[in-house]
Nanobody, 119 residues
Framework: QVQLVESGGGLVQAGGSLRLSCASS????????MGWYRQAPGNQRELVAD???????NFADSVKGRFTISRDNAKATVDLQMNSLKPEDTAVYYC?????????????WGQGTQVTVSS
């Protein structure tokens, strides 16, 4: 089982920036995709951005042009750089990793980190 730990959340004013990091530990054979999701109160969890093993990225329309995602395959980490933050970006942000181990694909989630953007 892989464990994920997010860091970098906090309180920021609108227009500011934050960088979220996700570190992994545990055993796996290979990683498929790594990504970030968020969930605001009363809303379903939604994809923010993900990146596959080939470096191909995918972003929610609401964050395109403002957020970037990067991963370090050697360290099995994924970062989310968030610029030009808006109050509607306020949510708990979760890291997710899809990985292969002993013949099975697994999904692991972090515990979440709060991002609050004030107007």
């Amino acid at each position: 089982q892989v464990q994920l730990v997010e860091s970098g959340g906090g309180l920021v004013q609108a227009g500011g920036s934050l960088r979220l990091s996700c570190a992994s530990s545990g055993r796996f054979s290979s990683i498929s995709s790594m990504g970030w999701y968020r969930q605001a109160p009363g809303n379903q969890r939604e994809l923010v951005a993900d990146i596959n093993s080939g470096g191909v990225t995918n972003f929610a329309d609401s964050v395109k042009g403002r957020f970037t995602i990067s991963r370090d395959n050697a360290k099995a980490t994924v970062d989310l750089q968030m610029n030009s933050l808006k109050p509607e970006d306020t949510a708990v942000y979760y890291c997710k990793m899809s990985y292969w181990f002993r013949g099975t694909w697994y999904d692991s989630w972090g515990q979440g980190t709060q991002v609050t953007v004030s107007s």
